[in-house]
């Protein structure tokens, strides 16, 4: 099974800052990775796919690169909404997996 | 608009069973696939299975194959988990989600979410 792990797993940031999070494969996926943002309470919300193409109607402020076995998550200038856990998810044999999450707060 | 209301969920002994559901609409049903994932206390998300548009094609995580079925009733627009011999570590919040795509890839849109609690 390919194992997705995330780095940082906590991170502190101030409004206005760029915040990166990063997603490790065990090993090589292409470009089959999604990004998603969950607020607590909620369900999670689709950012990011195939590592780099923006879900319609996320803002522009979001973006996503990489390929292989490494994968980014850029939020170019963080807003007071983006406060939330960020995962990462592979698709790999037809089965689903999501990375441990981020979570950003506010410092 | 598309929507995703789950159903089902509630407080069940070890060893028993439980059925979910997954009532959809705004969207062409028969077009896309649609998935589980749970979510336990506290924890990240975890996939539980897919069913494919055809409704032939399911995909289990290790975790849940052999106990849990997904299918899907087109005619009702719903797709179910039936949750078989059930242990303390099903706990969670489970998610039905539908795909980008007829299969399996990524999940777009989700529902709000039920509550599955097991314990003695």
């Known amino acids: 099974d390919i194992q997705l792990t995330q780095s940082p797993s906590f991170l502190s940031a101030s409004v206005g800052d760029r915040v990166t999070i990063t997603c490790r494969a065990s090993?090589?996926?292409?470009?089959?990775l999604a990004w998603y943002q969950q607020k607590p309470g909620k369900a999670p919300n689709l950012l990011i796919y195939?590592?780099?193409t923006l879900q319609s109607g996320v803002p522009s402020r979001f973006s996503g690169s990489g390929s292989g076995t490494e994968f980014t998550l850029a939020i170019s200038s963080l807003q007071p909404e983006d406060f939330a856990t960020y995962y990462c998810?592979?698709?790999?044999?037809?089965?689903?997996?999501f990375g441990g999450g981020t979570k950003v707060e506010i410092k | 608009q598309v929507q995703l209301v789950e159903s089902g969920g509630g407080v069940v002994q070890p060893g028993r069973s439980l059925r979910l559901s997954c009532a959809a609409s705004?969207?062409?049903?028969?077009?896309?696939?649609i998935h589980w994932v749970r979510q336990a206390p506290g924890k990240g998300l975890e996939w539980v299975a897919v069913?494919?548009?055809?409704?032939?094609?399911?995909y289990y995580a290790d975790s849940v194959k052999g106990r849990f079925t997904i299918s899907r009733d087109t005619s009702k627009n719903t797709v179910y988990l039936q949750m078989d011999r059930l242990i303390p570590e099903d706990t969670a919040v489970y998610y039905c989600?539908?795909?980008?795509?007829?299969?399996?890839?990524?999940?777009?849109?989700w529902g709000q979410g039920t509550r599955v609690t097991v314990s003695p």
């Open positions: 989600a539908r795909d980008l795509y007829s299969t399996g890839w990524y999940c777009d849109n």
């Open positions: 705004g969207f062409t049903f028969s077009s896309h696939g």
């Open positions: 069913i494919w548009y055809d409704e032939r094609n399911k």
């Open positions: 090993q090589g996926i292409g470009n089959s």
């Open positions: 195939d590592a780099s």
């Open positions: 998810q592979q698709l790999h044999s037809y089965r689903l997996t």
